[in-house]
């Protein structure tokens, strides 16, 4: 087991974690990133990124979170691949295991470890995931060209799920349990205007049937009765459960998991912030997210000085 210790320990580099590394390392305090998975976090998910502001002409996802990384690094952020595991308290600040069996500790922690999408609540969906489930249209919207899907979901992702796949499905059907779909009125025009997609509201995945791989999609309908989709996949595009599991039992948390935390990411545990869409908020976004990094970061960096001045004024020091 190796050893490490950081003023500033940021665990998550999605646009959050990113805009954090940044302000951190800007602010003279050298932060170590943690990240599971892929620098760059959800926005990987997505293809395009037409709403971040400075982009006329959009960027792409993967482009824009490379830059975010290097602006980071350039003031002296550094990465690291590793999953955190566990997180507590200690007499100094904060002590985090990892799955690389790493210990860090740390003055202040920024957690910006995201949501994640919901599984498709049907009880076949382990069976049928990767072969035609399917959580990622701008991945596996190619296995499916010129053949019917459907898109299940009522918010933005769901909308922009269905856009990218209409591009080269036969048909895209969007099942939305909710009246509306509740995603930007553009981007809903936009899918309506399409003659290759249908709109189903009211509708909840029942189950899913087909020969070793999805053939159709069976669904509840909330005026009554079935219908069948005859769909070579289903991309599933629905709520997110945030991946907080890290804050259980050390901060308040909202009924779907949220990090209950003000505008400033306090979480009620000097030195410990929720940044992101991990936290709760009205808006998530990529442009929400960094705002929330910066704000973390800033405080993060003020707590860290304080204490260790604090620290350095004692008289026994
Ligand atoms: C299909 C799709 C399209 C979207 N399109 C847009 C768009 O066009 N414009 C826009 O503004 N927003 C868009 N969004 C929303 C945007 O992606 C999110 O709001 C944003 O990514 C949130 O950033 P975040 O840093 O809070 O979390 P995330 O991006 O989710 O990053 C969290 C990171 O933390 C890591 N992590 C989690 N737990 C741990 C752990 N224990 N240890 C280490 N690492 C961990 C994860 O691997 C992940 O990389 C889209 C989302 C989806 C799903």
């Known amino acids: 087991m190796t050893e490490r210790t950081t003023d500033i320990l940021i665990i998550g580099a999605g646009p959050a974690g990113l ?11 050298k ?21 971040y502001p400075g982009f006329p002409d959009g960027i792409a996802a993967p482009e824009l979170m490379e830059r975010m990384r290097q602006q980071a690094e350039r003031f002296g952020a550094e990465f690291v691949s590793d999953e955190a595991l566990t997180l507590d308290r200690t007499e100094t600040g904060f002590r985090v295991t990892t799955a690389g069996d790493v210990v860090y500790q740390a ?3 920024i957690i910006t470890t995201g949501a994640m999408p919901r599984v498709l609540p049907v009880k076949e969906e382990s069976k ?5 489930i399917s959580y990622c249209a701008t991945c596996d919207a190619a296995f499916f060209k010129g053949k019917p899907v459907a898109v299940v979901g009522d918010g933005g992702s769901a909308v922009e799920e269905a856009l990218v796949l209409a591009r080269g499905c036969s048909k895209v059907t969007v099942v939305h349990p909710l009246d509306s779909l509740q995603a930007e009125p553009i981007l809903v025009e936009q ?10 509201s009211g509708a909840a995945p029942a189950a899913v049937e087909g020969e070793g791989k999805v053939e159709r999609l069976r669904l509840r309908l909330a005026a009554g ?4 989709l005859e769909v070579s996949a289903v991309f599933v595009a629905m709520e997110f459960v945030p991946t907080g599991d890290l804050l259980k039992g050390l901060v308040e948390v909202d009924a779907q998991g949220y990090v209950v935390a003000p505008e400033s990411t306090e979480t009620g545990i000097p030195g410990l912030y929720a940044a992101g869409d991990v936290r709760r908020k009205s808006l998530r976004q ?3 997210a960094v705002a929330d990094g910066a704000v973390a970061a800033q405080k ?18």
Request: cysteine-free; hydrophobic content about 35%.
């Open 107 to 109: 003055g202040s922690v």
């Open 286 to 288: 990529i442009v929400t």
């Open 191 to 200: 899918l309506r205007s399409l003659p290759n997609v249908e709109l189903v």
């Open 225 to 228: 009765g079935e219908r069948t």
């Open 300 to 317: 993060a960096g003020t707590y860290v000085r304080t204490r260790k001045r604090k620290v350095s004024d004692t008289p026994e020091n």
């Open 19 to 29: 805009a954090a590394a940044l302000y951190a390392s800007r602010s003279l305090v």
């Open 31 to 51: 932060p170590i990133v943690l990240e599971r998975v892929s620098v760059g976090g959800l926005v990987l998910s997505t293809e395009w990124i037409d709403n």
């Open 128 to 132: 049928y995931r990767g072969r035609g």
